[in-house]
C-alpha cells in the first residue's frame, strides 16, 4: 500500500494554519477553476476530458467521477511505492465536489465571448490554485504522484511520462465523448507557465534560510521541467 505521511507540526502555529489554510482554499479553487474551464464549452483539460467522456457513457456527475478516477489513480501509486501526503488525501476527496459547486453556480450555454472569458479565467484561476496547494506542501496530488512515480521507476524524462499519460486519457476521453477543443490545446499551451510563476509565488518558506531557500527553489525548477498540472501537471 502507499506510504501515508501525516502533516508535519515543526512550524510554528501561524505557519501550520496558513499551510492548512492554503491547501484547502487552492484545492477548492481548482475545482472552481475546472468548472470554468469546462463551462467554456471550447474544450477541456485531458483529465477533464475523461471526467466528461466517462459521465456521458454512466451518467453518473461530474465531481464523483473526479473522486472515483482520483481512487483509481491512487491504487496505480501501489506498485510504484508512492509516498501518500495528507494533500494528497484531500485533493482526491475535494477537487471533485469543488468543481461540482463550479457547475452549479457557472451557467451553460452562454454566447461565445462569455465563453471565451469563462476559458481564460478557468486557466488563470487553476494555475494560481495550483501554486497554493502545491505551495502548502502537504504532498502530490494523485495524477502528478502517477507522474512523479512512474518518472522515478522508469528512468523516463518527466516530460514524456506526462506526455504520454495525458495522451492516453485524452483518447480515453474523447472516444468516450469528452470535449476536445481549442481550449484543450490553449490549457496545455499556457498552464505550464502560469505555475512556473505561481508555484515560487505561493510557496511557503519554511525551516532554516539555507533549507528555505532550496525549497522554494525545488517547485520552480520542477515546473519548468513539467509543461501541465494535476491535472495535470507539476510536482504536486
Not at 477533464?48 to 465531481?63: E, M, P, S, Y
Request: glycine fraction near 14%; charged fraction near 15%; aromatic fraction near 8%.
Amino acid at each position: 500500500m502507499p506510504r501515508f505521511t501525516l502533516p508535519r507540526s515543526t512550524d510554528s502555529a501561524p505557519v501550520l494554519v496558513r499551510r492548512f489554510v492554503q491547501l484547502f482554499a487552492g484545492l477548492f479553487l481548482y475545482g472552481i477553476g475546472i468548472a470554468l474551464i469546462v463551462r467554456g464549452e471550447l474544450g477541456v483539460a485531458p483529465w477533464d476530458v475523461l471526467t466528461q467522456g466517462i459521465a456521458k457513457q454512466t451518467g453518473l456527475g461530474f465531481g464523483l467521477i473526479t473522486v472515483l478516477t482520483s481512487g483509481v489513480v491512487l491504487l496505480l501509486w501501489i506498485p510504484l511505492r508512492q509516498r501518500l501526503g495528507f494533500g494528497t488525501v484531500m485533493n482526491a476527496l475535494l477537487v471533485g465536489p469543488a468543481a461540482d459547486v463550479g457547475l452549479w453556480l457557472i451557467p451553460s450555454g452562454l454566447d461565445l465571448w462569455p465563453r471565451i472569458g469563462l476559458l481564460a479565467a478557468g486557466i488563470l484561476v487553476l494555475g494560481a490554485a495550483t501554486g497554493l496547494y502545491i505551495g502548502a506542501h502537504f504532498g502530490p496530488g494523485p495524477r502528478d504522484g502517477l507522474m512523479t512515480g512512474l518518472h522515478r521507476v522508469t528512468g523516463w524524462k518527466i516530460w514524456i511520462v506526462r506526455t504520454g499519460i495525458e495522451l492516453i486519457v485524452l483518447t480515453a476521453g474523447w472516444l468516450l465523448g469528452g470535449n476536445v477543443g481549442i481550449g484543450t490545446v490553449a490549457f496545455a499551451l499556457l498552464i505550464g507557465p502560469i505555475c512556473g510563476y505561481a508555484i515560487p509565488l505561493f510557496a511557503i518558506k519554511r525551516g532554516s534560510r539555507t533549507e528555505r531557500s532550496v525549497r522554494a527553489d525545488v517547485p520552480a525548477r520542477a515546473s519548468r521541467a513539467v509543461p501541465t498540472p494535476r491535472a495535470t501537471a507539476v510536482v504536486e
